[in-house]
T-cell receptor, first 115, second 114 residues
């Protein structure tokens, strides 16, 4: 039984480039959330998608965008990369959109390094 | 918006002793408070959670207490073991049909000394 899978696991990009991160939720889960975790800090909420619609957006610039596909997988896109975008990007899936008796399960993350 | 503060940033305890990590939150509407454990290089994993209609919850060596009036909640680990060494995060959110925005604390690095 596969958990939340993210790809790639590691990525090195140069400043100004664009990156796409991918997430496959647990089978049957309809909600995907994205978090950015800078080294030594707690995760920061970026986006939540439920039933292919954006349900929440954190305090991130418009360079960050995401979408959810009909199979509930999701992509996070970051344009015009900055050094400060270097972080672990975590995807979490949950059965429902909210927290009504559901738990968020995290993927192993994508480690993005911007040089 | 919600703001979560977590203390201490680092906690070192002797194996077998207890560890306590404290968090405060600012939004009185928050009603769900999970605790996550993150080992080095691994994903966060939920270890225990509490909802605002409960004051205390216990699961073996782990317990969480919630004081809604003071807007703080704490994680208690008893009889600590080497495998408890990790970074622990508290989080808070409002429980809604379509809301899964967790606001996280900065984390506590727990070190268990043998």
């Amino acid at each position: 039984d596969a958990g939340v899978t993210q790809s790639p696991t590691h990525l090195i990009k140069t400043r100004g480039q664009q990156v796409t991160l991918r997430c496959s939720p647990i089978s049957g889960h309809k909600s995907v959330s994205w978090y950015q975790q800078v080294l030594g800090q707690g995760p920061q909420f970026i986006f939540q998608y439920y039933e292919k619609e954006e349900r929440g957006r954190g305090n991130f610039p418009d360079r960050f965008s995401a979408r959810q596909f009909p199979n509930y997988s999701s992509e996070l896109n970051v344009n015009a990369l900055l050094l400060g975008d270097s972080a672990l990007y975590l995807c979490a899936s949950s059965l429902a959109g909210g927290l009504m008796n559901t738990e968020a399960f995290f993927g192993q993350g994508t480690r993005l390094t911007v040089v | 918006g919600e703001n979560v503060e977590q203390h201490p940033s680092t906690l070192s305890v002797q194996e077998g002793d207890s560890a306590v990590i404290k968090c405060t939150y600012s939004d009185s509407a928050s009603n769900y408070f999970p605790w996550y454990k993150q080992e080095l290089g691994k994903r966060p994993q939920l270890i225990i959670d509490i909802r605002s209609n409960v004051g205390e919850k216990k699961d073996q060596r782990i317990a969480v207490t919630l004081n809604k009036t003071a807007k703080h909640f704490s994680l208690h680990i008893t009889e600590t073991q080497p495998e408890d060494s990790a970074v622990y995060f508290c989080a808070a959110t409002t429980n809604g049909d379509s809301n899964y925005q967790l606001i996280w604390g900065a984390g506590t690095k727990l070190i268990i000394k043998p």
